[in-house]
């Protein structure tokens, strides 16, 4: 009697816990395809200083190396010096031609993101944790971002009087840019590319990642 109860409770426990892996797999999958790197933004959408620190506030729930967290976040926003953000940045580095953002869909509001300590690994793998956490928040909110990490880290730090070196720079902003996945082999070019007006980003099919 007592064994068939424990028995019960356990199926009970599996088949809620497939229940909520399900579920959490598919919404997980939404949310990272629709968080692609977007570089050209509707600005009758305004970003407020209080959307970015929600998006800041998920920071505490992540994994940190020696739980260092040392990332600092710097918010800016349309009208407060987002201009010199803008200045001091490098998007769409693959598509040179086209010199994205096209005027009029520049991202207005960002996440600067410094460092309390040196740069290393660990740090470099904390900063990638915290960027597609913080993008993943954002697009769970309605809007989309952008991971810069081309942009000129003395011009910030002097522009914002930053106590600590910027490592890298969140937009964030509501994307209107048409963007497209393509499964590609590995040998085939990972450079993304626009096609008719929409954006093509390769990914690499990933039954290829697997070292066999
Ligand atoms: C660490 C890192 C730095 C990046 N820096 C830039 C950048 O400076 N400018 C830019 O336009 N895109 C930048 N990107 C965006 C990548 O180009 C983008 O992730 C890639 O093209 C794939 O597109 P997807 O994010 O939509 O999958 C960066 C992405 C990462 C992860």
């Known amino acids: 009697m007592a064994d068939n109860y424990i028995e019960n409770k356990f199926e009970e426990y599996n088949s809620k816990k497939k229940v909520v892996y399900k579920s959490a797999g ?4 939404r949310l990272l395809t629709t968080n692609r790197s977007y570089r050209g933004y509707d600005q009758a959408y305004a970003v407020s ?11 505490p729930l992540l994994p940190s190396a020696k739980n260092q967290q040392a990332l600092r976040f ?15 940045i490098k ?11 096209f005027p009029g869909t520049e991202p207005q509001a960002f996440i600067i993101i410094c460092s309390t300590v040196p740069e ?21 909110l309605g809007y989309n971002g952008l ?6 880290a003395k011009r910030i730090e002097e522009s914002f009087a930053l106590p600590y070196p910027p490592v890298l720079i969140l937009a964030i902003g509501k ?4 963007i497209e996945l393509k499964t590609i082999s590995a040998n085939e070019s990972h450079a993304y590319y626009r096609e008719n007006g929409t954006h093509i980003v390769p990914k690499v099919r990933w039954e290829e990642l697997i070292i066999r």
């Open 175 to 178: 994307g209107n840019e048409n």
């Open 91 to 101: 998007l769409g580095g693959m598509l040179p031609e086209l010199h994205l953002p």
């Open 26 to 29: 598919r919404s997980l999958d």
């Open 74 to 88: 710097k918010l800016v926003t349309a009208g407060d010096k987002a201009d010199i953000v803008l200045e001091n």
């Open 120 to 140: 290393s690994k660990m740090l470099h793998v904390d900063l990638g944790i915290a960027a597609q956490s913080m993008l993943l928040k954002a697009v769970e």
């Open 49 to 59: 200083k209080g959307t970015l620190e929600k998006i800041v506030a998920v920071n």
């Open 147 to 152: 991971i810069i990490g081309a942009f000129n």
